[in-house]
């Protein structure tokens, strides 16, 4: 125990000191990384983690980020920095470049949860708090019972709250998995990580194994209150789920509420319109990628317009030169807009080929953080905003604007409307450019969560189409709270009934639904729609 | 103001008008009478561009339109009030107003007094989906939505059909109102005799796509109009 | 449309229809059994097949003009009923292979055994009875056009949300029978047949005689639909497809009508769909795609809607041209092509190639129809909805 | 208004406190009315009065909220669909001309004669002599004969006007529900349809709305002025006709 | 005309499967491109016929009968999905052509005139679990797949295999998805969620193609780490990690028989040619073009053995002959059709290429039947001795277990 304890103290203060490495076995330990055998990699971290040497957590954090290279044949192993300057592994002395047959260390799963683990020791009194957070988590994962005295000196020295509840926990896995701890030791152990509620707890608690009686009694009580507590949760995730569903069915749908709900055209290539937005989305990144990396974070915003203008344009070309001859024959734009996004998809597969081209998440938009019990992912959220957004501007647009008023005035009677001198054509234009436009915006927002594929839109027309007939034809409120509603109904159904099953279940609710409402959710109503 | 020339129309193959001539001048009214089917509608629908004529030349305020869109014909100033009303069903009475803003100057884009003052039961019902009004209300808003554009041409086409009696008075007050401003030429299709003989300054009869009766209101005799519509 | 002249030229066009189809029916399969292989015009057996597929499609594209084009429901589900009848009769061929299937066993299909069934699911009884599968054939397409008409038709869904409701109903469908729990074979459906009534389905006899019937059966529906569209049912269609609820207000029970066509139009699809499956050799659920069912509209549109030859001839050019597309050096072109060729019909074809020729045969008849564009969009089973708010 | 309860039950069409709101505007109003068999009813009333949805209450097309409507004394409209309505002899001509566009003015004729509507009787339709001579006196009647063969939608507003009284004919109900048939006529046509309609009446019963009031008073019937949905004035054209609030709100000084 | 051999190409080059089947189109006409430069086959040169069956299957019966009758083609490549072979299937018996069918799947098949050059599960599946259970102690199995018959039956054999390895079965959860899913939120937390029963868990998936993209991006954002639970796919390979940013997946692990960064002199040769040949430097290789490389180049070595491109004699030929694959060994045709290959489990690196961690020591032969299934156990396929795809060891008989 003791000498544990002045392990890690030595290391600390070592790393503090920052002592030049000494010669010796610690070398012989890090040229095992060039031997390119898992095993040998694995020997290699515990000895390093061990060695106390100042160099090992460097050595450790680089072969975890793949920074960590060996020449097979020297066996000389080089660390390159973060700030790209290599320098020596075991004397930390700079060196010019790798030599050339220098290949990264690999790593496998299993390599790598020990490399966690063992940076978690070592980095659990870094000065950095993030990674004092993470190393808190780790342990408290890996529960190694070595490192019990650094997390309660850790935990002694801790002065931010959240780290030191991290330290707690941590401290009260390693308890609860050592044999020697006391009862109570342990009691108190089960109610620190009862307190801290959630899936790992749970992992940690339902996997102890032997304990006392009491222990187990006191941990069995733990988890039912922890499940409890979670399947509580569990229906604020899927309600969550349900709204994040629902605002991609929106999204997907609202342009068509447009095209098809307002104008009346059965526009089939609006899927491919959608596509259009993802594959703007694609290029912008590639143009970023290659000629202004630092602009990657801002790749969507520069996106959302182009994707706007690229499909509004084509969506106005496709007006002039077919819808426009097809007004007042809802039936036919079925026929030519399906032939139109034939024509599309072939198009994108011949100019991007036929495979899945990367879009990649901007930083904002990776990753997830919690609240309460449930994981939030950035960019559903920020999807969710997004398209709650475009849905008000767009409400605002049709009901606040003269171009809003023209549009609605020249879809409901196009031949009066030119004569009340509304320019019907340069209006039926910009409807569907219009509708078109935000498809492609929709597309930017999809690209960040589906394949960027010729395929792309067709797997959201059919969905769309359902959402803007079960919100009711016409009118936008309907179309977002069929999508809402559609997007919840299935997140609930799917624990239940499984994907299958459950879209299924949507599927015939639906059917059901239009006979109770033959015009939808938010019909119109009155002899105004029979007029 | 508007003069048309010998106008052809054909739907299909079926002739509609026959080398129709007509003219019309500010501060007049010129009625247009016949019996159904006979092309009134047909001669409106050409002068406003929604059906393209066959042959011949309509000419408004001394420039030739006959190639114009009927959004370009609006916009010069012609007003339109159709047969069956054609309101927009999905828009309120206020919009269905607002739809013709289209042709005026920003700062003319409000709705005129006049047609509060003329129609009052659309005051009251500015919020309520035009499609919803009952028939004679639809009249009243279609007349009122013309008169928003200010038009310097309104063609009306058989206004009272379906107008309760006191509203069409008030019809022809607002028609009386409008010539008497002195800058706007009006065309009234009619069957309603009466309200044509007070009402006009010339008139025509029409059969069979052509006109072939016209007189002026200084030698206007109802029975002999009566007689032309009834033949 | 006006009636003794189009019904008197219609017949003399529909005479000769169903000539070139009895035609068609008994040359080609003479001249593939009967004329040496190679000779001029010996048609080979790949054609045959090729062409029983073709007359399928035309009898599925027949059934949807019937109430499309005569009765205003746009039916964006009709491969479901299609479908169907080809599961039907795929289970039959099924149950003929016995023990000749890759696992021998004599009662249980091979994707049965391989899912470790032990025994044979209920629905699957009797399929090993020819008159039995036959029956179903009809049975279970009419029955669920019955059923889901019913209900629809009573509760007044009609236009768009008609269309979309019989697209959830064929997508739900297939998402149903890509289930192996189902018990269709999952997603590789039913395949590897063996014979029909005893004559092996790959034999050119076979081939041929299908083929035969197929153009026996595209007849009979041809003559079925003549039927009804001339007689004053027909009248009634159209009015219901031009104004519903005016045809109410002159004492005709609409969802009755539509009720009878929807479900005659099904069991059309089931029939076309039981001849097509052993002629192509499969029936898997992706015939329920609704893009299946929508390109079957699109046939119907293209050969023009509302005059029943054309959804034939539609159905037999559309895939044409798709088998022609497909191969050769065009194949990577060949949706340009079809997409094409979509966009151009409708431009210029607007009513479709029969009903285009159709106004150029009899231009003073069609012309001048008042095409208000509310009355059209009626006339299209589609209440061209508007925006609100 | 007091309808005359002793008839009520005898009534060809009896309407007792019908309600009919529209979020919230209340279209129909206390509405009692009632139609003796045999007789014509003349209709009038300020635009908006209620008259249209009032036949839109009795042909089925709106529910009222309350109130109650028989037919014939026995039938309670209010739960039967427009289909059985029809089925029952009660037909109706619309304020806005509708007629089947697609289909010729001989077959909008054929389509509403008044015999077997099933869909066996249909499919196994064969014209009869007596079926075609009863749409040639129709045609006749309405001055169409020329245009048996064109489309209806290509008749003029006037010509669909006829057609769809036409269409009223043929179907021959018991009680015809006449919504404005005269908007759009001729003077010499106007007469020609109070001629028709008195000579129809001789063994029909009709309710006829119209705002033109020479045609109302040739007719020569009793007269109900409606107002906002409820009825205000009943008797001859000329009591109603010189009732001050008729005057004020409907026919004007 | 007689002077060239024709060589069908049946693979879809629109609809859903495109995104794959492209690819391997592409491989057959360099393939053949390549063949002809060295002189084509018995002094011809090999023409290819391209077709484009759309995704669409009984296209796919269609154009394998015109390759066959009308353009008289002595060999077919082509199909991915399983239906689509089936589909095929009637077809190449009644006319006696020649298939090979390059991608892994299901098994429970030996026709005599298919060639499966892709891996059976026993040379997939099986070795990726065993590779989970070995080296990752993994305990609890979550069996996520698209619900169709591949991930079904792979599924089932799975399932047979973990539970006669011990596993209960309480520690399996079985998953299936539409086609094309692409919302996994809930999927993706159930994982979670099953994963945090204090037993080591991972995720074996059969999801199909379109929706991996999706399944892996909320893998990625809901933080779900290859240490914490590693996924092995049998459908994900080079070309699907193409769409997507492989970062958050490191670790994450597919079993093939081929990955495009092993390093062998042939498979550095071939990757050079085919970027050359696309003209895309970047273009990568995968799998089943693998297998398409093995398969031809045995077709052709078949073809010059028995001098003719007669089917039947090809047919014959071909059991026995053997083609060096990419990754340093050399693949035999057996006599179930199948052939022999290598397995290999990669972890996903950053780059969009996978790591190979571990490998069979040999090559492992493909079980057209398997031996996990009941109904398939005794039978083997054997078009040499017993001429028959479906000989069941047990009664001594052709033609499965009755009769
Ligand atoms: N769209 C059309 N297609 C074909 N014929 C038409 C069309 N519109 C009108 N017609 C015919 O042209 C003629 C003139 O019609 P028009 O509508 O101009 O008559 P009108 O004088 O306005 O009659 P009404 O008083 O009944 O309104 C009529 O015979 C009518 O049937
Ligand atoms: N569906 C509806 N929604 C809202 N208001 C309605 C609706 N239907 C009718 N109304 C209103 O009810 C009132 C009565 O309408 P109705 O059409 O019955 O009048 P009417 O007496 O026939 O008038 P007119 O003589 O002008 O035809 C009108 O104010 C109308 O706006
Ligand atoms: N064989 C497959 N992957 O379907
Ligand atoms: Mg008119
Ligand atoms: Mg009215």
Redesign the pocket.
């Known amino acids: 125990m003791d000498r544990f304890r002045a392990l890690f103290l030595s290391i600390l203060l070592l790393s503090c000191l920052a002592v030049p490495a000494l010669a010796g076995p610690f070398e012989d330990s890090v040229a095992k990384f060039a031997n390119d055998e898992f095993s040998d990699t694995e020997a290699a971290v515990g000895e390093i983690a061990a060695s106390g040497n100042a160099l090992a957590s460097p050595i450790i954090s680089a072969l975890q980020d793949g920074r960590l290279s060996a020449d097979p044949d020297s066996k000389k192993v080089f660390i390159t920095q973060t700030d790209g300057k290599i320098v020596d592994a075991t004397t930390g002395a700079a060196v010019d470049k790798l030599p050339d047959n220098a290949a990264a260390v690999r790593l496998n799963n299993r390599l790598r949860r020990t490399v966690e683990a063992a940076l978690g020791g070592l980095t659990l009194l870094s000065p950095d708090p993030a990674k004092r957070l993470a190393a808190a988590q780790s342990v408290f994962k890996s529960h190694e019972e070595n490192l019990l005295p650094t997390v309660e000196s850790a935990l002694a020295k801790e002065s931010v709250k959240s780290i030191k509840q991290a330290f707690a926990e941590a401290r009260a896995a390693i308890i609860l998995f050592k044999s020697d701890a006391s009862d109570s030791d342990k009691l108190d152990a089960v109610a620190v990580v009862k307190a801290r509620g959630d899936q790992e707890a749970l992992a940690l608690l339902t996997g102890l194994g032997d304990q006392p009686a009491l222990v187990t009694k006191a941990a069995a009580s733990a988890v039912s209150s922890i499940q409890s507590n979670l399947a509580m949760w569990s229906m604020v995730q899927n309600a969550w789920y349900g709204l994040s569903l629902g605002s991609v069915l929106l999204l997907a749908a609202i342009g068509l509420a447009i095209t098809f709900g307002v104008m009346g055209v059965i526009n089939m290539a609006h899927g491919e319109m959608v596509m259009l937005g993802a594959y703007t989305t694609f290029v912008v990144q590639e143009v970023i990628r290659t000629r202004y990396p630092a602009l990657f974070d801002y790749s969507l915003l520069i996106a959302v317009p182009l994707a706007f203008l690229v499909a509004g344009f084509i969506g106005v070309l496709i007006e002039r030169t077919i819808i426009r001859f097809l007004y007042g024959r809802p039936l036919e734009t079925l026929l030519a807009t399906w032939g139109l996004s034939l024509v599309l998809q072939q198009a994108v597969r011949t100019a991007f080929g036929p495979t899945n081209r990367e879009v990649g998440n901007p930083s904002w938009m990776s990753g997830a953080f919690e609240l309460g019990q449930i994981t939030i992912t950035y960019n559903r959220l920020w999807i969710l905003c997004f398209t709650l957004a475009v849905f008000a501007i767009l409400l605002a647009m049709l009901r606040y604007t003269a171009l809003g008023l023209e549009m609605r005035a020249v879809t409901q009677n196009r031949r009066m409307a030119a004569s009340m001198g509304i320019a019907t054509s340069r209006v039926d234009a910009l409807t569907f450019g219009l509708g078109s436009g935000i498809a492609g915006i929709a597309g930017v927002a999809l690209s960040q969560i589906d394949n960027v594929s010729p395929n792309l839109g067709q797997s959201y027309i059919i969905d769309s189409f359902m959402v803007v007939v079960f919100g009711g034809v016409g009118n936008l409120w309907g179309t977002l709270v069929g999508a809402f509603t559609l997007g919840i109904a299935n997140k609930f159904l799917e624990p239940v009934a499984g994907a299958v099953l459950g879209k299924i279940a949507i599927l015939v609710l639906i059917i059901l639904f239009i006979q109770k409402r033959p015009r939808g959710l938010f019909a119109l ?4 729609v029979e007029a | 103001m508007l003069k048309v020339d010998n106008i052809n129309l054909y739907y299909g193959a079926a002739q509609a008008l026959r080398g129709v001539s007509l003219t019309a001048e500010p501060g007049k009214v010129t009625c247009v009478l016949g019996r159904n089917g006979v092309g009134k509608t047909s001669l409106l629908r050409a002068m406003v561009g929604q059906y393209p004529i066959a042959s011949g030349a309509i000419n408004f305020d001394g420039k030739d339109i006959t190639a114009l869109k009927p959004y370009e014909r609006a916009r010069r100033g012609i007003g339109f009030v159709p047969q069956g009303r054609e309101i927009f069903p999905l828009l309120t009475v206020e919009e269905n107003l607002k739809t013709g803003f289209g042709p005026l100057k920003r700062e003319d884009r409000n709705i005129p007094n006049d047609v509060f003052s003329l129609f009052p039961v659309l005051e009251t019902m500015l919020g ?1 989906r035009g499609g ?6 639809q009249q009243q808003l279609a007349i009122g939505r013309a008169l928003v554009m200010r038009p310097k041409l309104l063609l009306l086409d058989e206004p009272t059909e ?1 107008i ?1 009696p006191s509203i069409i008075k008030d019809i022809g007050r607002a028609i009386s109102y409008l010539r008497n401003l002195g800058n706007i030429a009006i065309v009234l299709v009619e069957q309603y005799l009466d309200f044509a003989c007070e009402l006009g300054d010339s008139f025509a009869v029409m059969d069979r796509g052509a006109v072939k009766y016209a007189c002026d209101r200084a030698n206007l005799d109802p029975a002999e109009i009566s007689r032309q519509m009834a033949l | 449309m006006t009636p003794h002249i189009l019904t008197r030229s219609l017949d003399r066009a529909a005479t000769a229809f169903v000539l070139l189809v009895a035609a068609v029916g008994v040359l080609i399969p003479l001249s593939n059994l009967l004329l040496p292989q190679g000779s001029m015009f010996q048609v080979p057996t790949y054609l045959v097949a090729l062409w029983g597929k073709y007359v399928c499609y035309a009898i599925l594209a027949l059934s949807i003009d019937l109430i499309w084009g005569y009765c205003g429901i746009l039916s964006l589900g009709h491969g479901a009923f299609f479908a169907l009848g080809g599961y039907a009769m795929g289970m039959y061929l099924m149950r003929q292979i016995g023990s000749r299937g890759v696992y021998g066993n004599p009662i249980l299909p091979d994707f049965m055994v391989f899912l470790n069934w032990d025994k044979l699911p209920w629905y699957w009884y009797g399929f090993d009875k020819f008159w039995f599968a036959a029956l179903m054939v009809l049975l279970v397409p009419g029955l669920l056009a019955f059923c889901f008409g019913w209900l629809a038709f009573r509760s007044r869904v009609t236009g768009v949300y008609l269309s979309i409701i019989t697209q959830a109903m064929t997508y739900a469908l297939l998402l149903a029978f890509f289930r192996n729990d189902f018990g269709f074979g999952g997603n590789n459906g039913l395949t590897d047949f063996k014979d029909i009534l005893g004559f092996n389905v790959q034999a050119e006899g076979t081939r041929a005689a299908l083929f035969l019937l197929s153009c026996l059966a595209l007849i009979i529906a041809f003559l079925i639909c003549r039927a009804i569209v001339s007689s004053k049912l027909g009248k009634v269609l159209i009015a219901v497809r031009d104004a519903e609820s005016r045809t109410r207000f002159l004492g005709y029970r609409v969802e009755s009508y539509k009720l009878f066509v929807f479900t005659l139009s099904a069991c059309m699809a089931g029939v076309a769909g039981a001849l097509y499956v052993p002629q192509v050799g499969i029936i898997n659920p992706s015939e329920f795609a609704p893009a299946n069912s929508i390109e079957a509209v699109i046939w119907v549109a293209v050969g023009g809607r509302g005059t029943l030859i054309g959804a034939a001839l539609g159905a037999v050019v559309v895939n044409y041209a798709k088998t022609f597309f497909t191969s050769g050096p065009l194949a990577p072109y060949w949706l340009f092509m079809l997409g094409a060729l979509f966009i151009l019909v409708t431009l210029l074809l607007p009513k479709g190639i029969v009903g285009t020729f159709n106004s150029w045969w009899e231009p003073r008849r069609s012309t001048g129809i008042a095409a208000d564009e509310a009355s059209a969009a009626r006339e299209d089973g589609i209440s061209a909805a508007k925006m609100a708010e | 208004m007091n309808v005359m309860d002793t008839r009520a039950t005898s009534a060809m069409l009896y309407l007792d406190g019908v309600h009919v709101s ?2 919230g ?1 209340h ?1 129909i109003n206390n509405l009692s009315l009632t139609l003796a068999p045999g007789e014509m009813r003349a209709i009038i ?1 300020p ?8 036949m839109d209450i009795i042909t089925g097309k709106t529910k009222p909220d309350e109130g109650t409507v028989l037919f014939d004394g026995t039938v309670d409209l209010t739960r039967l669909d427009e289909t059985r309505i029809a089925e029952l002899g009660i037909g109706r001509k619309f ?1 806005k001309p509708t007629v089947f566009e697609s289909q010729t003015v001989q077959d909008n004729l054929l389509l509403a004669l008044n015999v077997d509507h099933s869909v066996r009787g249909t499919l196994f339709w064969r014209g009869s002599k007596a079926e075609s001579e009863r749409i040639d006196k129709v045609l006749e009647t309405i001055r169409l004969t020329d245009a048996r063969n064109r489309l209806a939608g290509s008749l003029s507003h006037g010509q669909k006007q006829w057609l769809e009284i036409g269409m009223l004919l043929a179907q021959d109900p018991k009680v015809l529900l006449v919504d ?1 048939p005269v908007a759009g006529m001729t003077d010499v046509e106007t007469h020609l349809t109070a001629e028709l309609l008195k000579e129809i009446n001789r063994n029909h019963t009709i309710m006829v ?1 119209e ?1 033109d009031m020479t045609f109302v008073r040739e007719l020569g019937v009793k007269v109900t002025c ?1 107002h906002e949905g409820s009825v205000l004035a009943e008797g001859s054209i000329d009591q109603v006709s010189s009732n001050e609030r008729v005057v004020e709100v409907y026919l004007g000084r | 005309a007689d002077d060239t051999i024709k060589v069908g190409i049946l693979h879809s080059l629109s609809g859903t499967m495109a995104i794959s089947e492209t690819t391997l189109k592409d491989t057959i006409l360099f393939l053949i491109d390549e063949q002809n430069k060295k002189g084509g086959v018995l002094g011809k040169k090999l023409e290819p016929v391209v077709v484009d069956p759309a995704s669409n299957w009984p296209l796919f019966a269609e154009k394998a009968r015109e390759l066959i009758t009308k353009d008289k083609v002595a060999v077919v490549f082509g199909c991915w999905t399983s239906v689509s072979r089936k589909s095929v299937l009637p077809v190449f018996k009644e006319l006696n052509n020649i298939l090979f069918y390059p991608v892994q799947y299901e098994g429970e098949e030996s026709e005599r005139n298919v060639f499966y050059t892709g891996a059976a599960p026993n040379q997939q599946a099986i070795p990726a679990v065993d590779y989970l259970m070995k080296e990752e102690k993994v305990k609890r199995w979550v069996l996520a797949g698209t619900d169709y018959v591949y991930p079904r039956t792979t599924n089932k054999i799975l399932e047979a295999y973990l539970k006669s390895k011990g596993v209960a079965q309480d520690d399996i959860m079985i998953n299936y998805t539409p086609f094309g899913h692409s919302d996994w939120q809930t999927i993706v937390a159930d994982i979670k969620k099953f994963g945090s029963a204090g037993k080591k868990t991972a995720v074996v998936s059969t999801i199909n193609g379109d929706a991996n993209v999706p399944f892996y991006k909320e893998l990625g954002n809901q933080g779900i780490k290859a240490t914490d639970i590693p996924v092995v796919a049998f459908s994900v390979g080079e070309e699907e990690l193409a769409g997507i940013d492989t970062k958050p997946l490191l670790g994450h692990l597919a079993a093939w028989n081929y990955f495009e960064s092993i390093k062998t002199p042939a498979n550095e040769k071939f990757i050079k040619e085919w970027q050359a040949y696309t003209k895309n430097p970047k273009r990568v290789t995968n799998d089943p073009m693998e297998a398409h490389y093995i398969g031809f180049n045995m077709w052709v070595k078949a073809v010059e053995k028995v001098k003719s491109t007669d089917p039947d004699k090809v047919i014959d030929a071909l059991p026995g002959i053997e083609a060096p694959n990419l990754t340093g060994g050399t693949s035999k045709m057996l006599p179930n059709h199948h052939i022999t290959k290598p397995v290999f489990i990669g972890e996903i690196k950053g780059n969009g290429q996978f790591d190979v961690v571990w490998k069979t020591p040999g090559l492992v032969a493909g079980d057209a039947w398997s031996k996990e299934l009941e109904g398939s156990k005794d039978l083997i396929g054997d078009w040499v001795g017993k001429k028959c795809g479906n000989y069941n060891t047990k009664t001594n008989k052709c033609g499965g277990q009755g009769s």
């Open positions: 109503k009155g002899r105004a | 309520r919803d009004l009952s028939g004679g209300q379906g309760q | 529209f979020d505007f279209a009333g635009n908006g009065a209620g008259k249209t949805t009032m304020q404005e709305v705002h409606l």
